[in-house]
Nanobody, 119 residues
Framework: HVQLVESGGGLVQPGGSLRLSCAAS????????MAWYRQAPGKQRELVARITSGGRTNYADSVKGRLTFSRDNAKNTVYLQMNSLKPEDTAVYYCNAVIVVLIAEYDYWGQGTQVTVSS
């Protein structure tokens, strides 16, 4: 079982920056694929960015060039650096961890952190 704790959300003006963190419990963090999702009011949860256990990343088209996803396996933590934020980035951001063991997939979620982009 993995516990995920997000932090770093808050209120920021358009064009500003935030860095979200997600700290994970457990000793095999490096084997997990990690992702950030977000859910805005009245909308479905959507994938923002993903990073594999090997460090490869991919991003939603709406955030490419503005967000950077990284991981520090020594600290069991992933980071989402968000720059040039827009009002449409306003959402609750959720950290997700996935690991496949044999034929079973295990999926874990954090509690979410609110990001509000507004002047």
């Amino acid at each position: 079982h993995v516990q995920l704790v997000e932090s770093g959300g808050g209120l920021v003006q358009p064009g500003g920056s935030l860095r979200l963190s997600c700290a994970a419990s457990g000793s095999i963090f490096s084997r997990y694929a990690m992702a950030w999702y977000r859910q805005a009011p009245g909308k479905q949860r959507e994938l923002v960015a993903r990073i594999t256990s090997g460090g490869r990343t991919n991003y939603a088209d709406s955030v490419k060039g503005r967000l950077t996803f990284s991981r520090d396996n020594a600290k069991n933590t992933v980071y989402l650096q968000m720059n040039s934020l827009k009002p449409e980035d306003t959402a609750v951001y959720y950290c997700n961890a996935v690991i496949v063991v044999l034929i079973a997939e295990y999926d874990y979620w954090g509690q979410g952190t609110q990001v509000t982009v507004s002047s």
